[in-house]
């Protein structure tokens, strides 16, 4: 399990809210593989986090911990992966006075992003919301260049295709994948339109990695998702086609027909398609900029 902490000087409101962030980003993606804490420089006794902090944090729907500020120790170092500071001072501080790291940087220089994050203590509301808005713009960053993203599939269908697509969601999370169901969720009629839409939007929007959409035949489905710019939907009816996808189209959404292929069929497509990497081909990047434009 990778450990990250977030260093600042009192631990009472940048690393924080970083810590907040970023552990929401885990908690929704389901994943369990990176440890997050927050830490400072100079912590004399327990205090609570900085109201306005605390506001900013609840207010954009994160849950807040039971929080105190805490000190870093040399444990905590030793114990770390990774140890991300709000600006260059307090990195050098965190070189200087502990040894047993791995990595330090500040935020911002793992981000790939200059400056740093401003301290708005003493300061009026608007430089807190400042301060919020560059740490979640710079764990946004982290989060999708630096620890994978989020690797969450998102699966939609029909009433024609909900009865596989169960069977793909008990495969998958049997398999240890973490999966956003975006409906339907019965055999009641329905209009597949609207689940395309919804995966393909939960593709762009980074709720998830990549999508599976089914319906009876999967033509529909992949037509609807294929009108959604930046979706490259594709309609498998084997393993072959699955990879070859993938590692030629870097198709994101995956489409069943729930009426032409068979469950266990469908479940080696499904593997073989999520299992599958872009090959990075120059032709094949040349080719899909080609679809994009």
Known sequence: M?????????????????????????????????????KGLVVLFPEPVHTKAADLVRKSGIEIIDFKASQLTQEDV?????ILTMNDKQKEKVLEDYHGYKEVATINEYANDEGAVIDPYGMDDEDYEHCFVQIT????????????????????????????????IKHLEEKGHAVKDYGCYSEESCDYPVYAKAV???????????GILICGT????????????????????D???????????????????????GEGLALDIVDTFL???????????????MIED
């Open 200 to 210: 393909a939007e939960g593709i762009l929007k980074d709720e998830v990695k990549q």
């Open 218 to 237: 999967g033509i529909g489905i992949s037509i609807t998702a294929n009108k959604i710019k930046g979706i490259r939907a594709a309609l498998c009816g």
């Open 137 to 168: 713009q710079l764990i946004h960053k982290i989060w999708n260049h630096k620890l994978g993203g989020n690797e969450m599939i998102g699966i939609g269908s029909d009433h024609g295709g909900y009865e596989l697509k169960q069977a793909v």
């Open 275 to 289: 299992e599958t990497k872009f090959s990075n081909d120059e032709r094949h990047i040349r080719r899909i900029n």
């Open 239 to 261: 393993t072959f086609s699955a990879r070859a996808t993938r590692e030629h189209n870097n198709a994101n959404i995956l489409a069943l027909g729930a009426r032409v292929t």
């Open 2 to 38: 990778k450990k990250i902490i977030f260093v600042s000087t009192n631990n009472t409101c940048r690393s924080f809210i970083a810590e907040s962030v970023l552990r929401k980003y885990l908690k929704d993606a389901h994943r369990r593989d990176i440890q997050v804490e927050s």
């Open 78 to 82: 030793e114990t770390s992966d990774l």
